[in-house]
Nanobody
């Protein structure tokens, strides 16, 4: 089994920044992909940014390109999402996700999930 523990999140005014971190533990062997999804009330869970291990590339949703960055420390099985220039529409529950295959954009492809951390952005 794999456990994902998230940290970060909170409340910020529009234009501000937040950083989310997620650390994987347990059977992390062959963990190729880690990243972040978000879910606003009444909406589907959507990809924000995901990153493949070993420099094999990352993906950002169009809505966050140029504002969010994702990085990973493969040795520590940690992924970090830096969120800048936050907008009210970025407010959601953010979930760390991981899978042993390469990254996809579909939430149902991910086996492992964190508990979620709330991001609130006030205008």
């Amino acid at each position: 089994q794999v456990q994902l523990v998230e940290s970060g999140g909170g409340s910020v005014q529009a234009g501000g920044s937040l950083r989310l971190s997620c650390t994987a533990s347990g059977n992390t062997r062959d963990m190729r992909c880690m990243g972040w999804f978000r879910q606003a009330p009444g909406q589907d869970r959507e990809v924000v940014a995901v990153i493949n291990s070993g420099g094999a590339g990352s993906y950002f949703d169009d809505s966050v390109k140029g504002r969010f960055t994702i990085s990973q420390d493969s040795a520590k099985h940690t992924v970090t999402l830096q969120m800048n220039s936050l907008k009210p529409e970025d407010a959601a529950m953010y979930y760390c996700a991981a899978r042993k295959g390469w990254c996809t954009l579909t939430a149902t492809d991910y086996t492992y999930w964190g508990q979620g951390t709330q991001v609130t952005v006030s205008s």
